[in-house]
């Protein structure tokens, strides 16, 4: 016998820019939104019977909807809204996941000074969260960050590795660490400051890759992954992933020069790929 599994459906890449103006400046904020539905949709399935399917265009529609309406700063805050918004008006639905991803926009510096109306756009990073809840049920956050590029110019070695016919890296005591960090949290609680505790953590992790004296990408994943742990009590595990975006030493030797580590070619293919999670113990 063949029958219909889990399934679910929505409208992802809803676009959304929202300007809050205030009387000392405008705030900004550019999310791209996905909202994904589980509930009773087998007849539409079996059936080809749509009364219980909400359009996703609709669900387009309410995103600018509940953004118009919101006072909320943080993604966590909205998503949360819409997640709300969309189970009470629609009975059928099981459970309503939100997911938001964040550009980077920063204020312009004029004369020294940030100011109030004009921005530019940061780097590639993208702020990310994912709310879920079901009816009656408790919001489940998970937030982070992707595509946050860092680089050490030092303080990064690797040695002490399996060694066979195969091996042709050498040893480096000291070499340029680069990497794309992207990072995913779970919060414990549904009601936080959750663009301070973002920035806590990421300015944590930040300055863990900073200051680590690396012996590999995986020590200095755990040691970012420990610190954002200890620095937040609500957050009870992190997913972390590092690809090595590789700085390789140019061989000058064959024009009679040295290289005392200082010029590299940039490539990021093929990468190395380190992920783990840190959590807390049970």
Not at 65 to 86: G, H, I, P, Q
Not at 247 to 266: A, K
Request: glycine fraction near 6%; proline fraction near 3%; aromatic fraction near 8%.
């Amino acid at each position: 016998m063949i029958e219909l599994a889990e399934n679910r459906y929505g409208k992802s890449r809803v676009r959304l820019m929202k300007v809050t103006r205030g009387p000392g400046g405008n705030n900004l904020c550019e999310w791209t939104v996905q909202v994904l539905l589980t509930g009773d949709f087998d007849s539409a399935h079996y059936d080809g019977d749509n009364s219980k399917i909400l359009p996703t265009d609709t669900m387009k529609n309410t995103v600018y909807f509940v953004a118009r309406n919101s006072s909320a700063t943080a993604m966590e805050d909205y998503a949360k809204e819409l997640v709300d918004f969309l189970l009470g008006r629609n009975p059928q639905v099981s459970a309503v996941s939100v997911a938001v991803a964040g550009a980077m926009w920063k204020r312009l510096i004029v004369d020294g000074k940030p100011h109030p109306t004009s921005f530019m756009r940061g780097s590639g990073e993208l702020q990310t969260t994912t709310v879920s809840r079901a009816q009656a049920g408790a919001f489940r956050i998970d937030s982070g960050f992707e595509n946050l590029v860092v680089l050490k110019t030092t303080d990064s070695a690797f040695e002490g590795y399996i060694k066979d016919e195969l091996t042709t890296l050498k040893e480096t005591s000291d070499r340029i660490f680069c990497t794309a960090v992207s990072a995913e949290w779970r919060y414990t609680s549904a009601s936080l400051d959750f663009d301070a505790t973002r920035k806590s953590l990421r300015e944590t992790m930040i300055a863990a890759f900073a200051e680590h004296k690396s012996k590999s990408v995986q020590e200095t994943l755990y040691a970012m992954g420990n610190g954002a742990l200890e620095c937040v009590a609500e957050v009870d595990r992190i997913d972390l992933t590092m690809p090595n975006k590789h700085c390789l030493l140019v061989d000058l030797s064959r024009f009679g020069q040295d290289n005392p580590n200082e010029i590299f070619v940039p490539t990021d293919e093929p990468a190395g790929h380190i992920e783990a999670r840190v959590r807390r113990k049970a």
